[in-house]
């Protein structure tokens, strides 16, 4: 079992963040990760064990979920902009390389690459589009449904129907529970959310991702229908160092899905971080 060094650090006076620093004695580069809507550091459990001990690899929760929501007030709804100051501060304090996100994570990570921290030399962006499809915008307005009445059985139920439909059962288990016992501000900060997806432009994402010079690598899964590899390849225009993977036989949630997800999603990525990585063949490009 991995040991984490624990801290709960001060951002600018506004919030305190629950991080956790898995450190490898070994590894020359650090990576951040960066949750997607309504997860917290245990969803990158998988993740985890693929990077490390290759990377150092810091984890953290937002101030309204996890660990951290205990150590804030919770008066006011997080912006994308508030979240990617989050992020540019923690990969200051921890000397981060490299950064990872994960599905709507993708939004505070654009933003905060748009702002070139001197510090970051790759990232990769998973699980994310900049189009709202057609999947996209039912899940979406359905959720938006369910969590203007904070109904947690009903978000729970959704998410597993759609985003987690190739999860196998006992990881819908653990997000069943997770996602219908949230607090209710997380609720409204998943609300507030999806408001503003919906109503924003949809060549938003596109236009945060100008000026983003290093290289990016976008992974989707074969099978996702909601975040769909296609559509990805819009960032080829405003990011000109970008990559694109497609992984196979993988939807939404990809390392998670199964073993095999998990050991091509894997190859992936140090295959981008780490090009002195064995390749592998397995990767639908």
Known sequence: MLK?????????????IHTEFYRCDTAENTIILVNGSMAT??????????????????LYDQPYAGKSKPHNPHQKMLTRELEALVLLELIEHFDVNYLLSFSWGGTAALTAL???PRRIEKAVISSFSPLINEAMR???ERGRHCLAAR???????????TLGKHLPPLFKRFNFRHVSSLAEHEYAQMHFHINHVLSSDQQCFLSAARGIEI????????????TVASDARHFAQPIANSQFVSLENTGHFL??????????????LLDFLKPTHPQHPSLSL
């Open 114 to 116: 748009a702002a070139t």
């Open 138 to 140: 039912d899940y979406l």
């Open 4 to 16: 984490p060094e624990i801290a709960v650090l001060d951002i600018q006076g506004q919030y305190r």
């Open 151 to 161: 109904n947690g059985t009903q978000v729970g139920h959704l998410v597993n129907d």
């Open 41 to 58: 550091t245990a969803s990158f459990g998988q993740t985890l064990k693929n990077l490390h001990p290759h990377l150092n690899v810091v």
């Open 215 to 226: 290289p990016v690598l976008f992974i989707n899964g074969e099978w996702d229908e909601y």
């Open 255 to 268: 390392d998670m899905e199964h073993k095999s997800a998990s050991h091509i999603s894997k190859n992936a």
